[in-house]
């Protein structure tokens, strides 16, 4: 099934960056967009950010917006998440989703990967 | 931002009872609703998408229903392996929202 790895999350100072990864495989990546979702240590889940299939649109999460970049490389299966301006509230494990896809308005995850760990923290 | 009110945040029930969730959105999403189950320490999996579609895989007990602004999640008989915080979901637009979580517990 479905395979979801998430790399690159670690300890950052504050307005420090990260790059996280998150490599895909056993299906077609360039066929289904793909979501960042993050949560906050003993908190609830909250959307990061979406990219189309093609990587041509891009929507963020208000608390985001400016900061973080998503990207991907169908090349390689990879997804990515440039987070700059990093802040104490950016703590979370970031997970990255696949899309459910078809004909429906992109929002379902209906695969996740293990996560990864970002802290800011000085 | 469409904000998803849970309830309850938290509840406890035996094995084999039937066990409700309710989730309401703050304007109409039509059927744009999806039930994920979360166990400690794991990312959280897709029970239930388009409120009342049940997953490939996802046993019969659970269930989903509602549409416009309110929304129920059912387990119509608790197993120990449902143990997990359940959060609804909205994907009315893309400024994607979720619901507080509900933590289920066995009595």
């Known amino acids: 099934q479905v395979q979801l790895v998430e790399s690159g999350g670690g300890v950052v100072q504050p307005g420090g960056s990260l790059r996280l990864s998150c490599e895909a495989s056993?299906?077609?990546?360039?066929?289904?967009?793909m979501h960042w979702v993050r949560q906050a240590p003993g908190q609830g889940l909250e959307w990061v950010a979406f990219?189309?299939?093609?990587?041509?649109?891009?929507y963020y999460a208000a608390s985001v917006k400016g900061r973080f970049t998503i990207s991907r490389d169908n090349s390689k299966n990879t997804l990515f998440l440039q987070m700059n301006s990093l802040r104490a509230e950016d703590t979370a494990v970031y997970y990255c989703a696949k899309d459910f896809g078809d004909t429906r308005l992109p929002g379902i995850f209906d695969s996740w990967g293990q996560g990864t760990l970002v802290t800011v923290s000085s | 931002d469409i904000q998803m009110t849970q309830s309850p945040s938290s509840l406890s029930a035996s094995i084999g009872d039937r066990v409700t969730i309710t989730c309401q959105a703050s304007q109409d999403i039509s059927n744009c609703l999806n039930w994920y189950q979360q166990k400690p320490g794991k990312a959280p999996n897709l029970l239930i998408y388009?409120?009342?579609n049940l997953e490939t895989g996802v046993p019969s007990r659970f269930s989903g229903s509602g549409s416009g602004t309110d929304f129920t999640f059912t387990i119509s008989s608790l197993q120990p392996e449902d143990i997990a915080t359940y959060y609804c979901q909205q994907y009315d637009n893309l400024e994607l929202t979720f619901g507080g979580g509900t933590k289920v517990q066995i009595k």
């Open positions: 056993r299906f077609t990546f360039s066929s289904y967009g």
């Open positions: 990219i189309h299939y093609g990587g041509n649109n891009k």
């Open positions: 388009d409120a009342s």
